[in-house]
């Protein structure tokens, strides 16, 4: 009988078994877009906004604050990318998680606080991994209504209203305090890149996320649990988004139901331009975390320049096309 064991008797990878990959070395122009994008985009605003700050530690901090969740958030997506699924609803569950610890912290103090927003995140996880699985639907329009789901609930918990959060541990832990020179959301993006990566790259489960993603049907012939995989990788998924949600949460000192309510597409963007195929099988940690800080310092040299909003939606835009047709792109038949 086949064991659910198959990096044991291997020394590959199973996401290369069953896609007969064999040089994974092999050079790609693709696999280097985010870090040329990253230099030049870098180079652009350093060369034209020198004057305005740009390049001050000060300014540096804030796109690091920016981007912790963000990044957060990316490194789920990439396992669940990987594994050939989507989940559109990290944007509510952000929300639903910063509302629930709120009031967590609200009626019973720190522990029961942090609990609930952790719990939001497993829990909205395992129902969406549950229904793909159980209903054989495709995520992607499993997700398109939890979304809905999660988000009203997320409105009918407080009844629109905003939550302040005035517990000061709370807010030291996530997102306003300081770890000796360092701004604890630096320790969190670090903390959370180096337990992505080790799952990702360094356990057996991110070589069955691979496998899952490359082909289902060659996976389970190895013995790869698959249903256990996807549910799996929807968990990541939420509990990243409902940390972000936390994070975001004791930055502001608060939660209202509007918390990342823009965030699903900058996730995606950072995710896909960082080297994760859409089409399962393939993705980087370090790919999402440049593709994160790309997206946020995009936004920060916009706003130092003085662009609208729509002018930075427009420009967003634009670099997320060219990028993703990039890095994307796929061989022609």
Same mark, same amino acid.
């Given at each position: 009988m086949m064991t659910d064991h198959p990096v044991t008797t291997t020394d590959r990878p199973p996401a290369e078994q069953t896609t007969g990959l064999t040089d994974?070395?092999?050079?790609? !122009?693709t696999d280097i877009t985010v870090y040329l994008g990253f230099v030049l985009v870098f180079g652009f605003f350093a060369l034209t906004l020198h004057d305005k700050g740009f390049l001050s530690a000060q300014n540096a901090t804030s796109i690091v604050s920016q981007v912790t969740p963000i990044a957060l958030m990316a490194f789920g997506a990439v @396992?669940?990318?990987?594994? #050939?699924? =989507?989940?559109?609803? =990290?944007?509510?569950v952000v929300a639903m998680s910063a509302l629930f610890t709120a009031l967590g912290l609200r009626h019973f103090g720190l522990p029961a606080g942090? &609990? @609930?927003g952790l719990l939001t995140g497993?829990?909205?996880?395992?129902?969406?991994?549950?229904?793909?699985? $159980?209903?054989?639907?495709?995520? @992607?329009l499993i997700t398109l209504g939890? /979304?809905?789901?999660?988000? $009203?609930? +997320?409105? /009918?918990?407080?009844q629109l209203q905003d939550v302040p959060i005035v517990n000061g541990t709370y807010t030291t832990l996530f997102g306003s305090g300081t770890v000796g020179p360092l701004s604890d959301a630096v320790? !969190?993006?670090?903390?959370?890149? =180096?337990?992505?990566?080790?799952?990702?790259?360094?356990?057996?489960? #991110?070589?069955?996320? %691979?496998?899952? *993603?490359?082909? *289902?049907?060659?996976?389970?012939?190895?013995?790869v649990n698959t249903r256990r995989v996807r549910i799996s990788v929807m968990m990541i998924s939420s509990c990243t988004a409902a940390l972000a949600g936390m994070l975001y949460a004791g930055e502001v000192q608060g939660a209202v139901y509007t918390l990342g309510s823009s965030d699903l597409l900058t996730v995606l963007a950072g995710v896909v331009i960082g080297g994760?195929?859409?089409?399962?099988?393939?993705?980087?940690?370090?790919? &999402?975390?440049? $593709?994160? =800080?790309? %997206? +946020? %310092?995009?936004v920060n040299g916009l706003v130092l320049m003085g662009a609208t909003v729509q002018q930075q939606i427009v420009v967003q835009g634009l670099i997320i096309v060219a990028a993703v047709a990039v890095s994307q792109r796929q061989p022609a038949e």
């Amino acid at each position: 009988m086949m064991t659910d064991h198959p990096v044991t008797t291997t020394d590959r990878p199973p996401a290369e078994q069953t896609t007969g990959l064999t040089d994974r070395h092999a050079f790609r !122009w693709t696999d280097i877009t985010v870090y040329l994008g990253f230099v030049l985009v870098f180079g652009f605003f350093a060369l034209t906004l020198h004057d305005k700050g740009f390049l001050s530690a000060q300014n540096a901090t804030s796109i690091v604050s920016q981007v912790t969740p963000i990044a957060l958030m990316a490194f789920g997506a990439v @396992f669940v990318l990987t594994a #050939g699924e =989507i989940d559109l609803s =990290i944007g509510s569950v952000v929300a639903m998680s910063a509302l629930f610890t709120a009031l967590g912290l609200r009626h019973f103090g720190l522990p029961a606080g942090i &609990a @609930f927003g952790l719990l939001t995140g497993v829990g909205a996880g395992l129902l969406n991994g549950l229904l793909i699985v $159980g209903l054989r639907v495709p995520s @992607f329009l499993i997700t398109l209504g939890t /979304m809905q789901l999660f988000s $009203g609930i +997320a409105q /009918m918990s407080t009844q629109l209203q905003d939550v302040p959060i005035v517990n000061g541990t709370y807010t030291t832990l996530f997102g306003s305090g300081t770890v000796g020179p360092l701004s604890d959301a630096v320790v !969190w993006l670090v903390i959370g890149f =180096i337990v992505a990566q080790i799952a990702y790259r360094n356990l057996a489960f #991110g070589w069955r996320v %691979m496998a899952t *993603g490359s082909s *289902g049907a060659s996976a389970r012939a190895l013995g790869v649990n698959t249903r256990r995989v996807r549910i799996s990788v929807m968990m990541i998924s939420s509990c990243t988004a409902a940390l972000a949600g936390m994070l975001y949460a004791g930055e502001v000192q608060g939660a209202v139901y509007t918390l990342g309510s823009s965030d699903l597409l900058t996730v995606l963007a950072g995710v896909v331009i960082g080297g994760t195929s859409l089409f399962g099988g393939q993705g980087s940690i370090p790919g &999402a975390l440049l $593709g994160s =800080i790309l %997206m +946020a %310092m995009i936004v920060n040299g916009l706003v130092l320049m003085g662009a609208t909003v729509q002018q930075q939606i427009v420009v967003q835009g634009l670099i997320i096309v060219a990028a993703v047709a990039v890095s994307q792109r796929q061989p022609a038949e």
